[in-house]
């Protein structure tokens, strides 16, 4: 595949469905440099991954599948900060937080989200996203009873939570 | 609060992302960290194979100008062989690589599997490099009579290399095919429940 070709259908994929990224990486990544990180190491990845896309699967599906395993991989990797060695003035910033954007009752959901297992979150992500269970079963190669126990459980800790919260507008 | 008053909650960001992106920072460093990790993914094998046969290429012309004895070219075959056997485990690695497929599980199974590859590398370094390279080069030190500094210079490095892997063992590989084994099991722990 031509760099021209791969960076056309890269622009598309970023253009249109930025949002799933920026999802993923507040849910894996807590701070400035960690989510800058996270994120180019998701289009990085997403990158790679343009060659070997034919089209079985819809774009979405295919994106949350390497973002969410490339976030997996990163929380798991000795080697997440690397960036944060440099002073933060020096990075050159590819994500950019919109002043004003803070939505208390989300900003609440995230938190609870990233008080989960690093497994559960992206069960929650996919769920929050309205993935079927038969595509989360595909995308996380697990059985669909297994993915309805575990989002039955997730459910009920979120609303219980949901529940409990006395402020931030829940 | 119910489920789907909290996916309303949810909702709300898709029209109203709170980043933007830098497209020109990204595109800039897409297509350098790309080129830095096909690099980095090939330095090892291929550093270590360029390294031990051009040193075995070495030995093996130096004893043949210099008529030297056999541990001249036990030395020089030994490095050669390790490049070799180098090469057959990265053909492995590459082998195995393609055998996993694409899901979350599929994708920590290689991750695993890599982790364990590594792993397993360092763990037996002492066998497959030093332990042939360090006895051929040791004994055709003693046999052609070596200058003191060499004495000190070449157990010096093969020590060094040896606490270099025995350090990246324990502070890279080992923590993180334990990480990567305790989201696997979170992940599957309620198949056979």
Partial sequence: ?170 | MEFDDLKKIWDVQNNEPIYVVNEAAMEKTIIARSKELSRLANINEIGLMIITTLTGGYLLIDAYLDGDEIYSYLAAIAFILIGGFVLFRRIQRKKMERSFDRSMLGELDLAIANAAYLANTAKTFVWWFLFPAGVTSLLNMVFSEAPFWKWIFVPGSFLLAFLVVRLDLKRAHLPRKQKLEVLRKKLTEEVNA
């Fill in chain 1, 1 to 170: 595949m031509k760099e021209e070709e791969q960076k056309k259908i890269f622009n598309g994929w970023i253009k249109v469905h930025s949002a799933l990224l920026f999802k993923i990486v507040r849910a894996y990544a807590f701070n400035e440099v960690d989510r800058e990180e996270l994120f180019q190491e998701i289009t990085i990845q997403l990158w790679r991954s343009i060659p070997s896309f034919r089209g079985d699967a819809a774009v979405t599906t295919w994106m949350y599948r390497i973002s969410l395993n490339t976030a997996l991989r990163w929380a798991a990797s000795e080697q997440k900060h690397r960036q944060g060695v440099k002073p933060i003035g020096e990075i050159e910033h590819v994500l950019m937080e919109k002043p004003n954007q803070q939505d208390e009752r989300l900003s609440w959901l995230y938190e609870e989200i990233a008080g989960l297992h690093e497994i559960d979150r992206s069960l929650t992500l996919l769920l929050l996203d309205g993935f079927s269970y038969k595509e989360m079963a595909q995308m996380l190669g697990i059985s669909e009873s297994n993915i309805g126990v575990k989002l039955h459980r997730i459910k009920k800790y979120l609303i219980d939570r949901s529940k409990k919260a006395k402020h931030n507008g829940i």
